[in-house]
Nanobody, 117 residues
Framework: QVQFVESGGGLVQPGGSLRLSCADSGSIFSVSSWGWYRQAPGKQRELVAAITSGGSTKYADSVKGRFTISRDNAKKTVYLQMNSLKPEDTAVYYC???????????WGQGTQVTVSS
């Protein structure tokens, strides 16, 4: 059973930073692409950033230059470093396999990120 555990969210002021982590207990982490998604209230879930098994990355236009995705295959963990946070970044953040769309039907609980003064 695929299981993701997201962590690292919290309340931060505009301009602040957070580092999210997603630990996966599955056996295919090192050979899979992974992505971070977010869902704001009343909006659809969207892909924020993704990384391939080889380390290639892509980002949504709204976060380019501010967010950085990375991975540690030995720890089966993918990270999202978020800098220069804006109120519009407020959302629940999730991880899932895949580079363009989620490949697993199940999702973790996510981690809440709130950017507010």
């Amino acid at each position: 059973q695929v299981q993701f555990v997201e962590s690292g969210g919290g309340l931060v002021q505009p301009g602040g930073s957070l580092r999210l982590s997603c630990a996966d207990s599955g056996s295919i982490f090192s050979v899979s692409s992974w992505g971070w998604y977010r869902q704001a209230p009343g909006k659809q879930r969207e892909l924020v950033a993704a990384i391939t098994s080889g380390g290639s990355t892509k980002y949504a236009d709204s976060v380019k230059g501010r967010f950085t995705i990375s991975r540690d295959n030995a720890k089966k963990t993918v990270y999202l470093q978020m800098n220069s946070l804006k109120p519009e970044d407020t959302a629940v953040y999730y991880c899932n396999g895949g580079f363009s769309r989620p490949i697993f039907s199940s999702w973790g609980q996510g981690t809440q990120v709130t950017v507010s003064s």
